[in-house]
């Protein structure tokens, strides 16, 4: 009668687990309309301007849980090609790297460009609305996405973008996203 007793209260334990696994999506596959962002948004590079506040809008309008999931696997993907390309630079000799780093500065300053005249200057939108705190909420939840090794990465791309800024007249960047700009017209 004892080991029945522990057979049940087993196989209810494991029922009961599975139940959790599945109502928290461990099990299951990809969010319906996390999936369908995700397909929107893999086209992001042709969005017009109209086309990416939907898209911000759509995002900000997905929990916690499918904000995760859908820019996990992006994540994931820009650490690889981070390390990637700090890997790279690091190989080419001190012309080409300069001619490398040359090409991001000028797409980050064309971008920086068009996201002036596209808001008339000023911070965007969204980050000018923000309190201290929301902004520091921010910066912290950042740093919880990501890890040492990749903080460290993009730590020494600033450095080395940041020298050749200076090298040529240009003011230092303080935020790792202005570097995305260099790396989207890369091509």
Request: charge should be positive; avoid cysteine; aromatic fraction near 4%.
């Amino acid at each position: 009668m004892r080991k029945q007793t522990v057979a049940v209260i087993a196989v209810a334990v494991v029922v009961l687990l599975l139940g959790i696994a599945w109502a928290f999506r461990w099990m299951g596959g990809e969010d319906a309309e996390v999936a369908e962002v995700r397909a929107q948004f893999e086209n992001r590079e042709q969005f017009s301007d109209a086309d990416r506040q939907a898209m911000r809008e759509r995002i900000g309008g997905l929990d916690e849980s499918q904000r995760r999931q859908l820019f996990e696997p992006m994540r994931a993907r820009f650490e690889t090609t981070m390390r990637t390309t700090l890997t790279r630079l690091r190989s080419l000799n001190e012309a080409a790297r300069r001619d490398e780093l040359d090409t991001w500065i000028d797409a980050m300053e064309n971008r920086s460009r068009q996201r002036q005249a596209n808001r008339g200057g000023g911070p965007p939108e969204r980050f000018a609305n923000m309190t201290q705190a929301e902004r520091d909420a921010l910066r912290k939840g950042m740093l919880d996405r990501t890890t040492p090794e990749m903080r460290a990465t993009m730590d020494q791309l600033m450095t080395m973008v940041n020298d050749r800024r200076s090298e040529r007249g240009l003011d230092r960047i303080s935020s790792p996203r202005a570097l995305m700009g260099g790396l989207r017209r890369r091509g």
